[in-house]
């Protein structure tokens, strides 16, 4: 019995600090942008960030892997947030990833080059050739999740 109530003891722990973390986009009028929200009840300790592209995958954040791309014109950066190992995103929390001026001839350019799980402007947010971020993080526990752009909810780890 006393082990039993342990248990249940230390899941309830865990539940009341579990981070919850997505990855979201949104175009505002004149403003393009990718949000991280901790939607959760704990702080997410950030351990890897990633993006995939096909088969590869690349030890970038979403502003470095932007900045290695020649397709948009750079000097519509408005904002950047570097993600990387160490970063902690607290509970209820949003920051931005990253931000663009959006015009007629520049809307959409991350919605072209992210997967996002939703529609956007009407029309699905699909294609293979679509990159996607990941991050995988942690808890005070230490236990892992992992979170892909292309998901609306986090995986648990092993």
Not at 23 to 36: A, D, F, P, Q
Not at 78 to 98: D, L, V
Request: overall charge positive.
């Amino acid at each position: 019995m006393i082990f039993y109530q342990t248990n249940l003891v230390r899941k309830e722990q865990k539940a009341s600090v579990m981070p919850s973390l997505q990855i979201g986009y949104s175009v505002n009028g004149t403003v393009e942008r990718i949000n991280l929200i901790n939607q959760g009840l704990g702080p997410a300790f950030i351990q890897k960030v990633s993006i995939i592209e096909k088969d590869t995958t690349y030890n970038l954040d979403p502003y470095s892997y932007l900045n290695q791309l020649d397709i948009y014109d750079k000097k519509e950066t408005t904002f950047y947030n570097r993600i990387y190992k160490g970063t902690i995103i607290s509970a209820n929390h949003r920051t931005k990833i990253f931000e663009k001026r959006t015009d007629s001839t520049s809307k959409l350019i991350l919605n072209n080059l992210f997967r996002f799980p939703y529609t956007i402007d009407g029309a699905q947010n699909i294609g293979l050739n679509k990159a996607v971020i990941e991050i995988v993080y942690e808890n005070i526990y230490g236990d892992e999740w992992k979170i892909q752009s292309n998901k609306a909810i986090p995986k648990k780890l092993d």
